[in-house]
């Protein structure tokens, strides 16, 4: 039987599902009764597949701890939200309002009109100005949870976001602390890093999780990411450097090099977080770390952070102040409870007033809720009217023939009632329809993240042969220069040339070397100015040649070719650049989103460019799932 006192906090990442069954005692203070988690593997932090996995994943976890709410808040995986603090110039209260819709249409990295976003103020500097958390999230993002919700019967309340549950969750449980407080969660695919100082909060999502820790040990040792993924889980630790002995296990060898480079790269920015909360934020030196998140449990990471910064290190515990179910094991909850600090935070919300309050629900979803809140009351008023008068109609019809005339007025008065009940049908078929048309959209747009999946891709791959080729003492550079669907030195006249016949569109990319640097790319200084020129303009790639747009092509695209471009190595080794070639060959093939027996070399490498000390060489990419153009 379902409990309508108790609700749900569960908070959908992008490596594990986690949800905790929350209710108020007689004073109002908050109680776990039950939680739960569930890993999700790689497929839960792809977009693809995303969607059917969190279902899968929330019917059996719901099937194996039997929670007794469905009512439920929920929290939106960090890698798929922007979040930025903003400051406001001290302006009239009246116009705050008209100002953060300026300062979110500058900032959003997306259209307005295509995101969820709020903001909450979080307080003023000394010379007025206004601190402002800025957080948005793509609709159809949002909806997808909505649908995987609907499809397990949940019935959500409010949508949060990673940041604002934490703070919520930190400030209820350690809100008697001194000084400036660093809290880093370290999830699957991003991290967060909180400061906390004198009730003023400020937060940066960093780009770096544990799943970069799994991929590299998979590529590295040959595994498949679930093989690798146990292999971490079971045998993995943060390597402590210096003189340490590596263990005599290849693998544990293999993740702990991983684990630490990853780490490394991971204290860097939080490093340069730290600087720029100083100086830009007027913040103050940390005096402590706390540790979260589902990676942050790895051995030895505690003592990492602790050498490299310098302060002392614990971990986070959101049940710090939170009653705890005598039924619950207390030595399996403290193994997983400092993965529970946004659930906390999503219980929290229906517990007491908190420091930061944010809803990401859609319009859409908020006018579908309150209809479907009024639709028993006007089916059951609909049929009690019917009920009334058909047992008016009756006794007027047994009693006497006299009453036929009262009886007659009864039934006009019936038509209207029927106009509405079709009226009402008539709303609720336009009411399908359109959810309909809302789930084809989301279907077509889901399709626009293949690019970016794919690009990431490449990236990754490129950033591993990169390092593969390193360790044997050579400064490698190699980057993507051009990326598209139709083959290089083919004639574009009329309309452009795609990768199937008949194809009336062709994707190109090409990267300014600044841009290349800025974004990860190649590393600054890998080219010689005389490199640094601008990027090949691809205006016009969507016109003909008469200056007309092209008709919409309804086919698809399952050939890209790329070149690349690479730094020149034949001064210590003359066959480095052919061997770096295969090396890339090799990688890209290896890719689970491309088809191995057709994505292979094509063309021959450029000549050594003199002016820059590179060369480029082609490769035809061959897509498993072709896409529609």
Not at 206 to 233: C, D, M, V, Y
Not at 426 to 437: L, N, S
Not at 467 to 489: C, H, L, M, Y
Not at 507 to 529: A, H, N, T, W
């Amino acid at each position: 039987m379902l409990n309508s006192k108790s609700f749900l906090g569960v908070d959908f990442g992008a490596g594990t599902l986690k949800a905790a069954e929350f209710e108020l005692d007689e004073g109002g203070n908050l109680v776990l009764k039950q939680y739960g988690i569930r890993a999700l593997g790689l497929e839960g932090s792809q977009d693809a597949a995303r969607e059917n996995v969190l279902r899968k994943a929330v019917q059996e976890l719901f099937a194996e701890r039997g929670f007794g709410s469905r009512k439920t808040n929920i929290c939106a995986p960090g890698f798929h939200v922007f979040s930025k603090f903003v400051k406001l110039p001290p302006v009239d209260t009246s116009k705050v309002t008209q100002i953060i819709q300026y300062e979110a249409q500058q900032n959003v990295p997306f259209p307005l009109e295509e995101v969820v976003w709020d903001y909450q103020i979080l307080g003023s500097t000394p010379t007025g100005e206004l601190e402002v958390l800025l957080v948005a999230i793509k609709s159809d993002i949002v909806e997808g949870l909505f649908r995987t919700a609907e499809a397990t019967g949940l019935r959500l309340q409010l949508v949060d976001v990673s940041p604002a549950a934490l703070c919520n969750a930190f400030r209820y449980n350690y809100g008697d602390l001194e000084g400036c407080t660093m809290l880093l969660d370290i999830g699957a695919k991003t991290s967060n890093l909180l400061f906390f100082e004198k009730g003023k909060v400020y937060s940066r999502s960093i780009n770096i999780g544990a799943n970069s820790i799994t991929q590299e040990f998979a590529a590295e040792s040959k595994l498949r990411f679930p093989e690798a993924e146990k292999t971490k889980i079971a045998e993995g630790f943060v390597s402590l450097g210096g003189a340490y002995e590596e263990p005599e296990n290849p693998h544990q060898a293999a993740i702990s090099k991983i684990a630490r480079q990853v780490m490394t790269r991971l204290h860097i920015q939080v490093n340069q977080t730290i600087q720029f909360y100083r100086g830009q934020q007027g913040g103050s030196a940390p005096q402590r770390l706390f540790l979260a998140g589902g990676a942050s449990i790895m051995p030895y990471t505690a003592q990492f952070f602790a050498e490299k910064l310098n302060v002392p290190v614990e971990y986070f515990n959101p049940f710090r102040n939170i009653q705890i179910n005598p039924a619950i094991n207390l030595e399996e909850l403290a193994r997983v409870a400092h993965s529970f600090g946004e659930v906390v935070g999503l219980g929290l919300r229906n517990a007491a007033q908190c420091p930061v309050e944010l809803n990401l629900v859609p319009k859409s979803i908020l006018k579908r809720q309150q209809l479907d809140q009024k639709k028993p009351y006007f089916i059951a008023a609909f049929f009690g009217l019917i009920l009334a008068i058909l047992a008016y109609g009756w006794f007027f019809d047994r009693v006497a023939a006299v009453k036929k005339a009262s009886f007659e007025e009864i039934q006009q008065e019936l038509l209207p009632l029927k106009q509405k009940e079709t009226e009402l049908l008539a709303q609720e078929g336009a009411i399908k329809r359109t959810k309909d048309e809302i789930e084809a959209f989301t279907g077509w747009l889901r399709q626009r993240f293949y690019w970016p999946e794919l690009l990431t891709e490449m990236r990754s791959i490129l950033i591993a042969v990169e390092k593969e080729r390193t360790r044997s003492g050579q400064d490698v550079g190699i980057w993507i220069e051009r990326f598209a669907t139709n083959a290089p030195g083919s004639t574009l006249t009329g309309t452009t040339q795609g990768s199937e016949e008949g194809d009336s569109r062709s994707y190109l990319f090409k990267m300014d070397p600044k841009l290349l640097e800025r974004y990860g790319l190649i590393r600054p200084g890998m080219l010689r100015p005389s490199a640094e020129q601008p990027a090949e303009s691809t205006e016009g790639a969507a016109e003909g040649a008469d200056g007309t747009t092209p008709a919409k092509s309804t086919n698809q695209v399952g050939i890209v070719y790329v070149t690349f471009r690479a730094v020149d190595l034949t001064r210590g080794n003359p066959a480095a650049n052919g061997e770096l070639i295969f090396a890339v060959e090799n990688a890209v093939q290896g890719s689970s989103l491309l088809d191995k027996e057709g994505t292979k070399l094509h063309g021959d490498k450029s000549d050594v460019d003199d002016a820059t000390s590179t060369f480029t060489f082609g490769m035809t990419l061959k897509l498993k799932q072709p896409i529609k153009d």
